[in-house]
T-cell receptor
Framework: KQEVTQIPAALSVPEGENLVLNCSFTDSAIYNLQWFRQDPGKGLTSLLLIQSSQREQTSGRLNASLDKSSGRSTLYIAASQPGDSATYLCAVRGGTSYGKLTFGQGTILTVHP | DTEVTQTPKHLVMGMTNKKSLKCEQHMGHRAMYWYKQKAKKPPELMFVYSYEKLSINESVPSRFSPECPNSSLLNLHLHALQPEDSALYLC?????????????FGPGTRLLVL
């Protein structure tokens, strides 16, 4: 059974800092990996999707990397802003395109001015 | 339009009530999903609809009954729920089921069962 772990559980940083969120998964036979953002009491917003054959994806100040063989992904946020404060969830899709998403517990990020 | 809408935003119901949650998307997506999210926990998949047919039921109790009347609309009918069913219910959609692509999530319905 796939297990997804995110470290740290919570992170508080001053505005402007670069930061890294970590995600690890136990079964490396994944189809793809996705990072989501969730604001309190709201739905999820997809940030980046990395296919299993890819090493990284970038969108604006966000960069996600994937090392499938070691079961790790990182989300790098450059020049953090208070508006980045949210819970960040990593989700892996099982070994086929029909695989369901298995989510990590999330990292609660607070960026203070 | 990349929006998934859900109604109502909040719902309080007794254990003997019957209520329904509604989800709508107009992106032409042919796969729709229901997830349940307890406080401070990640979302858990409940149901997957593909081309208006139930494709996956993650062993969800029968007091939850999904329905997909058409390709844009997904309902979740609730009956005889328990207090432990209180959670945020999220709907999502994607182009199709089985292509491994992004799912677009709605804002959720926060359900409280008394």
């Amino acid at each position: 059974k796939q297990e997804v772990t995110q470290i740290p559980a919570a992170l508080s940083v001053p505005e402007g800092e670069n930061l890294v969120l970590n995600c690890s998964f136990t079964d490396s036979a994944i189809y793809n990996l996705q990072w989501f953002r969730q604001d309190p009491g709201k739905g999820l917003t997809s940030l980046l999707l990395i296919q299993s054959s890819q090493r990284e994806q970038t969108s604006g100040r966000l960069n996600a990397s994937l090392d499938k063989s070691s079961g790790r992904s990182t989300l790098y946020i450059a020049a953090s802003q208070p508006g980045d404060s949210a819970t960040y969830l990593c989700a892996v899709r099982g070994g086929t395109s029909y695989g369901k998403l298995t989510f990590g517990q999330g990292t609660i990020l607070t960026v203070h001015p | 339009d990349t929006e998934v809408t859900q109604t109502p935003k909040h719902l309080v119901m007794g254990m003997t009530n019957k209520k329904s949650l509604k989800c709508e998307q107009h992106m032409g997506h042919r796969a729709m999903y229901w997830y349940k999210q307890k406080a401070k926990k990640p979302p858990e998949l409940m149901f997957v609809y593909s081309y208006e047919k139930l494709s996956i039921n993650e062993s969800v109790p029968s007091r939850f009954s999904p329905e997909c009347p058409n390709s844009s609309l997904l309902n979740l009918h609730l009956h005889a729920l328990q207090p432990e069913d209180s959670a945020l219910y999220l709907c999502a959609s994607s182009q199709a089921h089985g292509q491994g692509e992004t799912q677009y999530f709605g804002p959720g319905t926060r359900l409280l069962v008394l």
